[in-house]
């Protein structure tokens, strides 16, 4: 796909004119940057054929890669899905457990919905964003937005407005800054369909917080989430995982769940309280601070694999790069 960089000016903004600013590009069919509970989206009016076309420009996404629609409540879902009275039920139960919050949800796509928006999937993926700054752009345009992670395709996604400038400036007209995103990993996807609910996407909604509304498998589909890459997330330095047998070296950044270790050249740890939560609110930007720094390499360790740990250890197994640094 062609590259639209063509030194647009991107402009940071925030607050009541930051707001009204993003309003009004969306409202043209243009696409902004926004911040979401989870990560920072970049977001476009997801009844226009223009901006969703901008969107995967703006990314060099391939077509192929559906968009998840962010909605403002659930009278909206009509909108853009159609629900059977037995989905419904089911999407409620979820809905006043976790909306306003980090879980998507792939339901039966209304025509007013393009093919480009879901690669010409039969299902359009949904999600009731918390993040009061998203909240307030989706009631003043009224308007469905698609949004995937505001990241180059493939690379790491933006937890602050500054990671978004980093990876889109001269791309986009305008970057909406709303702080550091809070989860720090992108949501939960779910498929609820027959009689299970089906994560295609570990996040911050944990398969235990699922299991009261109904079975849960958490293995994955193959094709069905056409995003889960397995090179995805990747920072540009070789990243492998830490092998406690290999000598610390001063040309080795790095990355450890909650113990500091000497001898590398950088360290990021993620939660020196070991607190999974936290862990994830700083995963990507450790990592991109790691793949800034002067070292050649990278390493990382695994984290507890329960509750979000199982997302983390979802986006480092696709992040890993080769087997050792060695
Ligand atoms: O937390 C999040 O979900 C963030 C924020 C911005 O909302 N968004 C996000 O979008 O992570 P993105 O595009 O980076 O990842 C969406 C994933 C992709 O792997 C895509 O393939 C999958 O959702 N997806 C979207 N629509 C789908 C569909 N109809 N069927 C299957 N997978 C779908
Ligand atoms: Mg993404």
Known sequence: MALCCVNMKTLVASGSSGIAAAGDFLKQDQVVALPTETVYGLAGNAFSPQAVASIF???????????IVHLLDVSWLDRVAVLSPELKKKVMALATAFWPGPLTLLLPKKETISDLVTAGLETVAVRIPSHPVMREI?????????????????RISPTAASDVFAE??????????????SHG????????????LQILRPGPITEEELKPFGKVLSQSVHGKAPGSLKSHYAPRKPLAWYDPHHSPCEEI?????????????????????GDLREAAANLYGALRRLDESSVTSLVVEPVPEHGIGCAIMDRLRRAVTSKSVA
């Open 138 to 154: 989706l009631a003043a345009t009224d308007l469905p937005l698609a949004a995937p992670s505001a990241n180059r395709f493939g």
């Open 253 to 273: 950044g790095l990355l450890t769940f909650s113990q500091p270790r000497k001898g590398y050249g950088a360290l990021e740890v993620l939660s020196p309280s």
């Open 57 to 67: 420009e703006a990314k060099e996404r391939p077509l192929s890669d559906p968009l």
């Open 185 to 196: 990993v992108e949501s939960t996807i779910v498929w609820p369909h027959e009689d299970v």
């Open 168 to 181: 889109l400036s001269g791309c986009i007209p305008l970057i909406l800054d709303g702080g550091p995103c």
